[in-house]
């Protein structure tokens, strides 16, 4: 099975800030990486897919990147709203589509 | 619009069974890839079981053999048959739709808590 490691697990920025979340496939992907936003109480929203693609109705500030193992979440400008767990999945190949473990956003 | 409404979590007993419910509007259950995640208390999000447009179907490890996704078409609602159930089983079910075939779950129910506890 492919493990996904995110880091940091957790981190703290200000608003305005540029922020960004790694996250290492155990072997190759390719391009099948999304990335997923979930709120305090909240179910998972789906920010990235293919790595780079941007779902319809993300705010701009959020891209991600990266290819074969290693990934980037970036937000440019961070805003209040963005307090939230961020998550990455992988859905290459066969299941199970593995999810990171987290990294926990916190607003300065 | 698309909707996604979890139903069947509760309270039982280790070695009980229990049956989820999702039932989809605003398009087909049968025609997409529909999946359920969980996350337990304070945890991640752990991938649990996939059923493809075409009918087949795959589990986690830590569920195989013990945990059955289903769908029914008359109703347009998906299913998640859990039997022998553990204390680690215990946290919130989502149901959720990919709308591509790279398999990123765009659409999220709001979840239901299974408590598994003697």
């Known amino acids: 099975d492919i493990q996904m490691t995110q880091s940091p697990s957790s981190l703290s920025a200000s608003v305005g800030d540029r922020v960004t979340i790694t996250c290492r496939a155990s072997?190759?992907?390719?391009?099948?990486l999304n990335w997923y936003q979930q709120k305090p109480g909240k179910a998972p929203n789906l920010l990235i897919y293919?790595?780079?693609s941007l779902q319809s109705g993300v705010p701009s500030r959020f891209s991600g990147s990266g290819s074969g193992t290693d990934f980037t979440l970036t937000i440019s400008g961070l805003q209040p709203e963005d307090l939230a767990t961020y998550y990455c999945q992988q859905s290459y190949s066969s299941p199970p589509y593995s999810f990171g473990r987290g990294t926990k956003l916190e607003i300065k | 619009e698309v909707q996604l409404v979890e139903s069947g979590g509760g309270l039982v007993q280790p070695g009980g069974s229990l049956r989820l419910s999702c039932a989809a509007s605003g398009f087909t259950v049968s025609s997409n890839y529909m999946s359920w995640v969980r996350q337990a208390p304070g945890k991640g999000l752990e991938w649990v079981s996939v059923?493809?447009?075409?009918?087949?179907?795959d589990y986690a490890d830590s569920v195989k053999g013990r945990f059955t996704i289903s769908r029914d078409s008359s109703s347009n609602t998906l299913y998640l048959q859990m039997n022998s159930l553990r204390v680690e089983d215990t946290a919130v079910y989502y149901c959720?739709?990919?709308?591509?075939?790279?398999?990123?779950?765009?659409?999220w129910g709001q979840g239901t808590l299974v408590t598994v506890s003697s």
């Open positions: 072997q190759s992907i390719s391009n099948y």
């Open positions: 959720a739709r990919a709308i591509r075939t790279t398999y990123d779950l765009a659409y």
């Open positions: 293919g790595a780079s």
């Open positions: 059923i493809y447009s075409g009918g087949s179907t």
